[in-house]
């Protein structure tokens, strides 16, 4: 069993920086690829950002690219999203999810993939 605890959210203006932590309980963080979402009110999840077990590969969906930057520290259980430049459109409640399972080919974009979800952090960007 993974628990995972998101915090740093909050307001910021557009422009501005934030950078939001996940926090993992148990052994195998390390093992996991843990990939960042976010679900705006009335709209479906979406893929944000994800990072290999190791650091090694990231991923970042078009919208955020070049913008928003993920990482971890596998000593410390914790994965990153480092939000630079953030707009209104990124308002949303931000949710980090752990995948421990073997990966498939549909690879770490799909929510579907990720086996462990925390219960997520209001990120609102004012104009």
């Known amino acids: 069993q993974v628990q995972l605890v998101e915090s740093g959210g909050g307001l910021v203006q557009a422009g501005g920086s934030l950078r939001l932590s996940c926090t993992a309980s148990?052994?195998?963080?390390?093992?996991?690829?843990m990939g960042w979402f976010h679900q705006a009110p009335g709209k479906e999840r979406k893929f944000v950002a994800a990072?290999?077990?190791?650091?090694?590969?990231?991923y970042y969906a078009d919208s955020v690219k070049g913008r928003f930057t993920i990482s971890r520290d596998n000593a410390k259980n914790t994965v990153y999203l480092q939000m630079n430049s953030p707009n209104p459109e990124d308002t949303a409640v931000y949710s980090c999810?752990?995948?421990?399972?073997?990966?498939?080919?549909?690879?770490?974009?799909?929510?579907?993939?990720?086996?462990?979800w925390g219960q997520g952090t209001q990120v609102t960007v004012s104009s």
């Open positions: 999810a752990a995948r421990l399972r073997l990966p498939t080919v549909a690879g770490p974009r799909l929510a579907t993939e990720y086996d462990y």
């Open positions: 148990g052994r195998t963080f390390s093992s996991a690829t």
């Open positions: 990072i290999t077990s190791s650091g090694g590969s990231t």
